[in-house]
């Protein structure tokens, strides 16, 4: 297979400019989509060509699949890359496209229909020889059932939606008391958010850390892993920092849980980029989930590895092979990303409006991948991720040494942002040690209201 002449990038903000820089690096012409809102959009200016496929709202464009071909067809992109949220899970799509001879880049529609939902995606874990959270075997249909479930592993237990993401419908129980009601709510949350009502039940643990594998995959059987990313430090199940290598894990860790995924992934013949997701306590990995896409986070494994994540997914959707084995692959330094948000540092309201002042930090191993720029209107549209800071050291002293300074030098006027929050977390002993897990953020955020 050649490789591909033009790619459609269906998404916006921070995450459209970072394909569009990988696909300039490999010579490929961008096509960029955008909405009405987003007009005056940075990646819209930095494509080669670009097409306005519908009004604000996003399911009439960033969502529109009519328009997205349609923009195909007019530019004559040969392939399209999703980015993440949007369709970049949507199994369908990768269907429609694949119909009209377009590549998707990313896993095969068969692999993004098991992952997303999360009853199927824990049975071929367990299948792959993946560990995984104690709990049912299936969907639970019954009260009677979720009590014999949930006394078999023991309260607390959690309540957690099969098409669940973004955190919505789950419910943890404490007793055989509250199941009853959680169970209720968990399954018409899920029904509201997701229009399918189906739950699991799994052991809620108390105080687990996120640790998550990235993969690359090839397709044909060949799978690497890029060790892996801690995403512990957690507002409403929503990540706000992540690092790489986690504080928590030594190399033996590391080294068996990144062999058992990347193992998986090659019996599964997984193709492009990926992450299983676990939860890590008393030194046990448990699975929660796989995303069969390119994450936020990406960029913390990229500055530990060399590894520029986007340019695999394109290269393996074209057909060629990884370009690294796995002995290829090490790990050097530490790095942290913070995830600036246009919000309340407090409150987290969402807060849009006009940048009036916009000036990122730089240096060495400085990276900001974000979309706005000095005069920038953020739209209400769209979720409030507005920009990653992401740092990296030879060390993890030297890399919060540098994630503090850089976060003086940061300056976003007009808005409000999280840089705040994150200037009072870089100062927290807890933080300094490493020490956390996933509830620690909003406990902190309560001491701190
Ligand atoms: P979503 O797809 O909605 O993000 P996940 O399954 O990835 O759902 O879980 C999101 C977060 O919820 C996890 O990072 C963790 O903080 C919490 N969580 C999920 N499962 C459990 C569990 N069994 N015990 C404790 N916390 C959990």
Redo the contacts with the bound molecule.
Sequence with gaps: MTMFSKILIANRGEIALRVLRACKELGIATVAVHSTADADAMHVRLADESVCIGPPPARDSYLNIPSLLAACEITGADAVHPGYGFLSENARFADILAAHGIAFIGPSPEHIRIMGD?IEAKRTAIQLGIPV?P?SDGAVTSEVEARRIAADIGYPV?I??SA???????KVAHTPDDLEIALGTARSEAKAAFGDDAVYI?????K?R?IEIQVLGDGNGDAVHLGERD??L?RR???VWEEALSPALNDSQRQEIGETVAAAMRKLRYSGAGTV?F?YEDGEF?F??MNTRLQVEHPVTEMITGIDVVNEQIRVASGSPLSMRQSDITFNGHAIECRINAEDPRTFAPSPGRISYFHPPGGLGVRVDSGVYQGYVIPPHYDSLIGKLIVHGRNRVECMMRLRRCLDEFVVDGIRSTIPLFRALVDDPDIANGVYD?HWLENWLGSHA
């Design positions: 999360k959270v709990g959690l957690k939606a669940g993401g973004g955190g919505r419908g789950m799994e052991k809620y643990l108390a687990p996120h995403c512990s957690q199940h929503q990540k997701e939860l448990y929660i989930e996933i």
